[in-house]
Every structure is written in structure tokens, then in C-alpha cells.
């Protein structure tokens, strides 16, 4: 079936450093991408989004990229703090719209070390 | 997390004992999502409601999982004869508009 996955199961930065973290997709029908932070305990949390009819998108350190013709999603991080170590996950959907799922990939684990 | 209320937060059940699991959306939204999440993994559709309507279960393992939204507001997923392999993290979800808000989960373990 149609998969969300990622490349490297953890990174490991200093901090300060930029992260980038990467997502392969395979449902070319794809229509919206969200990355999200989960920490220990919690749900996941949304970092920022992008839609297909868009190739970057910009937001507070973070930086989405979107590649449609590999079907490759970047997250990249800006000068990465301690409390940016968490599990990030790569969501897709094919619709936007209220009511479409996310379909997750299995996620990165990001440790920043001082 | 915000808007999204779920208890209890860890729950113990022996193998074969029937589990309830609430979501309470605090602020009213039209979309609920169940997922789990098993250790080290990412969430997995469970079922989707629309208000009252359960408009998608496909994700649902087996016929042991129920769930419910009467009233369009709160949502219970109940799990019938637990086994091992329901040990999971179970996350609800809501939307509105484009984004979607998940509560802090509830972690089961079957033992």
C-alpha cells in the first residue's frame, strides 16, 4: 500500500547546529504535508505545514521543503536548541479538507547535545 | 494537548478485560480522529467521526474495537477481550480547517 517513511531512524546534533530531517512519500496523490514534534508522553504537536501547489514554506526556525518530483519532504531546523530533541513524524494526506486521516511515517528521533 | 482532553492518561488491563477510552474535545469540532500508536512507531488510523457519524472505520484492527460519539462532542473507543498486541499509545485527534490538534493520548498496556 501507499507509505510514508523515513530515512534515518535518529540524528544526533550539536547544538547550534541546523537539522534536517528527511521524508520519502510514495502516494503521488498526496495533497498536504504536515511535520510534527512528539515529545515523550505527549501527542504530537504541529510544527508547520505545506500544501502540494507549494515547494517551501517558512516558519519560526523551521523550514519545510517539498520536493513533488522525487516525493521528498525536508524538515530543517535553524540553530537547534536543547528542547528541540523529540521524535518527528512526517504526515500526509490527500485532502486538506476536514475529514481526511493523516497517514504517519514510523519518525526520527533528534537528540541535541550541549 | 490544547482542545483535546483524553482519560485515562495509563491504563492497566489484564488480558481479556474489557477498556474504555474517552476523548473529550474541549471546544466544539465537527472531525474526530482515533489512532494508535505502537511503541517506536508512528500514529495509525483507527476511524473518523463527523459530529455523530462514524464515517470511517477502516483502520479499526479487529471487531473487538468499537467507537462511539453520540452526542458529536465526547468519543469513546472501546476495546472488547483486550489481548497484548492492543498495548499501544491510542491518540484522538480533532480538526478544524486544515489543522488537526491531538490530546496527550492514553497509554494501555495489556498484561
Known amino acids: 500500500g501507499e507509505s510514508v517513511g523515513l530515512h534515518l531512524p535518529t540524528l544526533s546534533v550539536q547544538e547550534g547546529d541546523n537539522s534536517i530531517i528527511n521524508c520519502a512519500y510514495s502516494?503521488?496523490?498526496?495533497?498536504?504535508f504536515i511535520w510534527y514534534k512528539q515529545e515523550s508522553g505527549k501527542g504530537p504537536q504541529f510544527i508547520i505545514d505545506i500544501r502540494s501547489n507549494m515547494d517551501k514554506r517558512q516558519g519560526q526556525r523551521v523550514t519545510v521543503l517539498l520536493n513533488k518530483t522525487v516525493k521528498h519532504l525536508s524538515l530543517q531546523i535553524a540553530a537547534t536548541q536543547p528542547g528541540d530533541s523529540a521524535v518527528y513524524f512526517c504526515?500526509?494526506?490527500?485532502?486538506?479538507?476536514?475529514?481526511?486521516?493523516?497517514?504517519f511515517g514510523k519518525g526520527t528521533s533528534l537528540l541535541v547535545t550541549p | 494537548g490544547a482542545g483535546v482532553s483524553q482519560s485515562p492518561r495509563y491504563k492497566v488491563a489484564k488480558r481479556g478485560q474489557d477498556v474504555a477510552l474517552r476523548c473529550d474535545p474541549i471546544s466544539g469540532h465537527v472531525s474526530l480522529f482515533w489512532y494508535q500508536q505502537a511503541l517506536g512507531q508512528g500514529p495509525e488510523f483507527l476511524t473518523y467521526f463527523q459530529n455523530e457519524a462514524q464515517l470511517d472505520k477502516s483502520g479499526l484492527p479487529s471487531d473487538r474495537f468499537f467507537a462511539e460519539r453520540p452526542e458529536g462532542s465526547v468519543s469513546t473507543l472501546k476495546i472488547q477481550r483486550t489481548q497484548q498486541e492492543d498495548s499501544a499509545v491510542y491518540l484522538c485527534a480533532v480538526q478544524r480547517g486544515f489543522g488537526y490538534t491531538f490530546g496527550s493520548g492514553t497509554r494501555l498496556t495489556v498484561v
Open positions: 502516494n503521488s496523490a498526496s495533497d498536504y
Open positions: 504526515a500526509e494526506t490527500p485532502n486538506s479538507n476536514s475529514g481526511y486521516a493523516l497517514n
